[in-house]
């Protein structure tokens, strides 16, 4: 039970976490001349995913359909999509406990060019890795993006687990949001397996006393 009550207060440190930190950059500072970058980083026991929106503002929104449309054609293919979100991805760094893992992208999609010309486009990346066999633990998960630094601004934040083996502890960010270090426990599988068992029989325990809450109520109006 202290493990389980230290689980449900690990969630609500990270879930807190996140909170603030997507609070702490009001929308309006996404200015015209910049190329915002959001990224959302899910850490599961295995594997980490990461989802990148980019909202170019509208005095950068041609530079950088001029990247994207390579056969200058006006419109973007979904090969000019997976192309530049490839070249975005070069520029993202990621390590666990100091070993570099490499992200592959999974998907990619891109908005309409005229809402990127006006400043509301948004283009979406999703990008997974494995990672190496890590014993349980504490363990450090570092994100850097350096994708066009010179008109980038960024956003990291981790998302709360959805593995009961993993629990986010800190996040700590530099000033620019460029590089994220991700602070997280991994618990023994047999440690979730035990607190899964008991999260089920709470549940059925609660089911149990509606239902009979509910058939006194029924026999006392009958």
């Known amino acids: 039970m202290a493990r389980s009550s230290r689980r449900s207060k690990c969630a609500a440190a990270a879930l807190t976490l996140v909170l603030i930190a997507a609070a702490g950059r009001p929308t309006w500072a996404h200015r015209r001349d910049e190329y915002l970058q959001a990224a959302r980083i899910a850490i599961d026991p295995d594997r980490v995913e990461v989802t990148l929106d980019l909202t170019p503002g509208i005095s ?22 997976q192309a530049y979100a490839r070249e975005l991805l070069n520029g993202v760094a990621l390590d666990v406990d100091g070993i570099p893992i490499r992200l592959e992208l999974a998907r990619s999609a891109f908005p309409a060019v005229a809402a990127v010309r006006i400043g509301e486009g948004t283009m979406r990346v999703e990008a997974a890795t494995q990672l190496p066999r890590l014993v349980e633990g504490v363990h450090h998960l570092h994100y850097r993006n350096s994708y066009r630094s010179e008109i980038g601004v960024y956003l990291a934040n981790a998302l709360v687990p959805t593995s009961a083996r993993v629990a986010v502890t800190a996040q700590r960010r530099d000033r620019d949001q460029r590089d994220l270090i991700i602070d997280y426990v991994l618990e023994p599988e047999a440690s979730a397996r035990t607190e899964l068992r008991v999260s089920a029989a709470a549940g059925v325990g609660l089911t149990s006393i509606a239902a009979f809450w509910w058939r006194r109520r029924h026999m006392e109006s009958a």
């Open 60 to 81: 950068v929104a041609d530079e950088v359909l001029a990247t994207v449309d390579r056969d200058r054609d006006g419109s973007i293919s979904r090969e000019e999509t």
